[in-house]
């Protein structure tokens, strides 16, 4: 299984990264959860202090281009495999930086991903 960091964690189930953490879990993926605020989503506490400890395979965005930018190094830095950019994180700067270190980065769906067996 693939450990992965979400990015714009949320306790709203409305939310998508609530929906892809609890997609995530379902299938068996390890989850780490970064937001804004404190919470929980299916027993996987939502950090607001970064870890540079952390050790994911894949990082999934739900945070738009604006906020992110002050993310690259830190990302750059946990080494993930890949990076998915979920639909409305598209960020063209941060993708050819990604992949300059060598981390794929790809614009998907993590949940089409995770529901059609791509991920």
Sequence with gaps: MKPTLVIGASENPDRYSNKAIKMLHHFGH?????????GEVDGFEIAIEWNENWRPHTVTLYINPTLQTELYDKIIALLPDRVVFNPGTQNIEFETKLEEHGIEAIEACTLVMLSTGQY
């Design 30 to 38: 390890e989850v780490l959860a970064y937001g804004r605020r404190k």
